[in-house]
């Protein structure tokens, strides 16, 4: 059972990327999933997630029209779609489901770096 997310880079400020998070073991299709920051030496943070049934939830007025979180078709997938990026964005971004979470544990993250 794993996640991992993917995607990240360097951009440049108002720049955009596309993380995403890819299950192995389980389908993600039969739980919430949620996007997290962390800075390095600062506490984790949610971004956003989804539930089951396709409603998602924003955790900070700043992700609010620059991040939407979305489900793949086929595939065991879950996008952060990231535009309009700002230097504070810079973290490594984490995906997880609630019961990981709970149970403290967490995958590779993908680094975002946003140069001003």
């Known amino acids: 059972v794993q996640l991992q997310a993917s995607g990240g880079g360097s951009v440049r400020a108002g720049g955009s990327l596309r993380l995403s998070c890819a299950a192995s073991?389980?389908?993600?299709?039969?739980?919430?999933v949620g996007w997290f920051r962390q800075v390095p030496g600062s506490v984790r943070e949610a971004v956003l997630c989804?539930?089951?049934?396709?409603?998602?939830?924003y955790f900070g007025d700043s992700m609010k029209g620059r991040f939407t979180i979305s489900r793949g078709d086929a595939r065991n997938t879950v996008y952060l779609q990231m535009n309009g990026l700002k230097p504070e964005d810079t973290a490594v971004y984490f995906c997880?489901?609630?019961?990981?979470?709970?149970?403290?544990?967490w995958g590779q993250g993908t680094l975002v770096t946003v140069s001003s």
């Open positions: 997880n489901i609630p019961e990981r979470v709970v149970a403290n544990v």
């Open positions: 989804i539930s089951s049934d396709g409603v998602d939830t």
């Open positions: 073991g389980f389908s993600l299709n039969d739980y919430g």
